[in-house]
């Protein structure tokens, strides 16, 4: 693995990208942040093992926080000194995978059942 220096974006520049790209997503205190909520603690910690893989994979990680029903993803460069094209990437991949609605796709995935038992996400849209 090369070493390379990152660019760390602007305030101004991030909003402007978190709109277009990401835009359940904010900019707070230097880091871009997600909150998922879930419908129990079996679903965040679902979403925890999730991100926590694809951070893996991507050799950045993110600051987590969780509670019964929510998780709360931090993402910031501390190499940049800010955010980086980095986390937005791997920001990128977190909503691909954990706000993906099979469901919606049509196809033999049809996603979790109408039923309180089998609830995982709360989707935004």
Excluded at 26 to 39: C, F, N, S, V
Excluded at 73 to 87: E, F, I, P
Aim: charged share 30%.
């Amino acid at each position: 693995m090369t070493e390379r220096s990152e660019k760390a974006y602007s305030p101004d520049e991030i909003e402007t990208r978190l709109a277009a790209e990401l835009p359940t997503w904010r900019l707070e205190d230097g880091w871009i942040r997600r909150t998922y909520k879930t419908h129990s603690w079996k679903s965040t910690l679902m979403v925890i093992n999730t991100v926590g893989h694809l951070a893996e994979a991507a050799f950045h990680h993110p600051d987590l926080t969780a509670s019964y029903a929510w998780v709360e993803v931090r993402l910031t460069n501390h190499a940049a000194k800010g955010v980086s094209d980095k986390c937005f990437e791997l920001a990128r991949k977190i909503e691909e995978v954990v706000a993906w609605q099979p469901g919606k796709e049509g196809g033999a995935l049809t996603g979790t059942p109408e039923d309180a038992r089998f609830a995982y996400i709360k989707y935004d849209r």
